[in-house]
């Protein structure tokens, strides 16, 4: 697998477990999913043992009360069976974005792959996502094609979600809440995750320059708990929706977006002028409308006024936006990020 930049060939063990030496990273999210950890463990281990790469696994407890907590403590594993396994306890519930934001953070693999605890995300998916990075992607996304879900509750809300988050962010995929999917390591350094953005990683990193595509996996049924979510979460999704919608667009630019609305604010107050004229000479008379008014006698001056005001909020919010991007890009020069590969007639290999 290329993708892993150097991984063994199959059956092929590295004696030393330096985290420079790690190929896969598997975080796991963890919130109150006692019965179906030990499981998944197995089966994340079966899954990536036979291809023959240095793997670990992250399990980040996301303020478990059922014993998960507990439970994750006794799955830690020599690191001489070729997969790590660190455990992350969080203070308190913070929420899946946050727990998966501290699994990329620690995370030391060239690939990462996220999936959900609760065991309805396949690991014997993982080799085909990674595989799929092979073919010049940088992020595979899952396609939970045959959901194993309730068609009303879960699977209808979701594919409204899917439609208006493509339609609104331009990055087409049939399944943006699929957990399950394969990123490259250095994309994910600078991401900021909270409230629900885990499931809008991809609308982040495509503006970005990062190829994206899609892999349909496998979808089982939940055998034990129940979902940790409800209909209550589209709200939350349309919300942050929103904010993507604005970062996406806007983030380098924000005169851009308070540039149009100041404008939108000048037209408006030069229309409630207009009208405050129309209506003090009488002008009406030419359309067949006997009415007049002074200026006090309308609402006209008072909205000229707010829109006039707001044009000018509009503008500071667009000048004070611009310092503060231009205040990031002198911290952290952005020209780093936009590298993609770097070729050196000296060294073997791409160099990448």
Same mark, same amino acid.
Request: charged letters at 25%.
């Given at each position: 697998?290329?993708?892993?930049?150097?991984?063994?060939?199959?059956?092929?063990?590295?004696?030393?477990?330096?985290?420079?030496?790690?190929?896969?990273?598997?975080?796991?999210?963890?919130?109150?999913?006692?019965?179906?950890?030990?499981?998944?463990?197995?089966?994340?281990? +079966? $899954?990536?043992?036979?291809?023959?790469?240095?793997?670990?696994?992250?399990?980040?407890?996301?303020?478990?009360?059922?014993?998960?907590?507990?439970?994750?403590?006794?799955?830690?594993?020599?690191?001489?069976?070729?997969?790590?396994?660190?455990?992350?306890?969080?203070?308190?519930?913070?929420? +899946?974005?946050?727990?998966?934001?501290? *699994?990329?953070?620690? $995370?030391?693999?060239?690939?990462?792959?996220?999936?959900?605890?609760? *065991?309805?995300?396949?690991?014997?998916?993982?080799?085909?996502?990674?595989?799929?990075?092979? +073919?010049?992607?940088?992020?595979?996304?899952?396609?939970?094609? +045959?959901?194993?879900?309730?068609?009303?509750?879960?699977?209808?809300?979701?594919?409204?979600?899917?439609?208006?988050?493509?339609?609104?962010?331009?990055?087409?995929?049939?399944?943006?809440?699929?957990?399950?999917?394969?990123?490259?390591?250095?994309?994910?350094?600078?991401?900021?995750?909270?409230?629900?953005?885990?499931?809008?990683?991809?609308?982040?990193?495509?503006?970005?320059?990062?190829?994206?595509?899609?892999?349909?996996?496998?979808?089982?049924?939940?055998?034990?708990?129940?979902?940790?979510?409800?209909?209550?979460?589209?709200?939350?999704?349309?919300?942050?929706?929103?904010?993507?919608?604005?970062?996406?667009?806007?983030?380098?630019?924000?005169?851009?977006?308070?540039?149009?609305?100041?404008?939108?604010?000048?037209?408006?107050?030069?229309? $409630?002028?207009?009208?405050?004229?129309?209506?003090?000479?009488?002008?009406?008379?030419?359309?067949?409308?006997?009415?007049?008014?002074?200026?006090?006698?309308?609402?006209?001056?008072?909205?000229?006024?707010?829109?006039?005001?707001?044009?000018?909020?509009?503008?500071?919010?667009?000048?004070?936006?611009?310092?503060?991007?231009?205040?990031?890009?002198?911290?952290?020069?952005?020209?780093?990020?936009?590298?993609?590969?770097?070729?050196?007639?000296?060294?073997?290999?791409?160099?990448?």
């Amino acid at each position: 697998m290329s993708a892993l930049n150097g991984a063994p060939a199959a059956g092929e063990k590295r004696e030393a477990m330096d985290e420079a030496d790690i190929d896969l990273t598997i975080v796991v999210p963890v919130l109150n999913e006692v019965e179906s950890l030990r499981d998944l463990d197995a089966e994340l281990r +079966q $899954a990536v043992s036979p291809i023959g790469i240095v793997a670990e696994i992250i399990y980040v407890d996301d303020g478990s009360t059922d014993g998960s907590r507990a439970l994750l403590d006794t799955l830690r594993h020599d690191a001489a069976e070729g997969i790590r396994t660190r455990i992350v306890h969080l203070r308190r519930n913070y929420g +899946q974005s946050m727990a998966l934001g501290v *699994g990329f953070r620690l $995370a030391a693999g060239r690939v990462v792959v996220p999936l959900d605890a609760d *065991g309805q995300n396949n690991p014997a998916d993982i080799p085909q996502l990674v595989e799929r990075l092979d +073919q010049g992607y940088d992020v595979v996304s899952g396609w939970r094609r +045959q959901r194993q879900d309730k068609a009303v509750s879960r699977r209808f809300p979701s594919w409204a979600a899917n439609q208006l988050i493509s339609w609104l962010s331009g990055v087409d995929l049939h399944d943006h809440g699929c957990t399950l999917k394969a990123y490259r390591s250095r994309l994910l350094r600078h991401l900021h995750l909270h409230g629900e953005m885990h499931r809008f990683i991809p609308v982040f990193l495509a503006p970005l320059g990062a190829r994206v595509t899609e892999l349909e996996v496998d979808h089982r049924a939940r055998k034990h708990g129940t979902s940790h979510y409800g209909t209550e979460r589209i709200f939350k999704v349309g919300l942050d929706l929103a904010t993507i919608r604005f970062v996406s667009r806007y983030a380098a630019r924000p005169m851009h977006f308070f540039g149009q609305a100041a404008v939108l604010f000048v037209l408006a107050a030069c229309f $409630a002028v207009a009208a405050m004229v129309v209506f003090k000479y009488g002008w009406l008379r030419l359309i067949g409308i006997d009415y007049q008014a002074s200026f006090i006698q309308t609402p006209f001056p008072a909205l000229a006024a707010t829109f006039s005001i707001g044009a000018v909020m509009a503008l500071f919010f667009g000048i004070l936006g611009e310092m503060l991007v231009r205040m990031q890009h002198d911290l952290r020069d952005p020209s780093i990020d936009a590298v993609d590969r770097v070729l050196d007639s000296h060294a073997d290999g791409d160099g990448t």
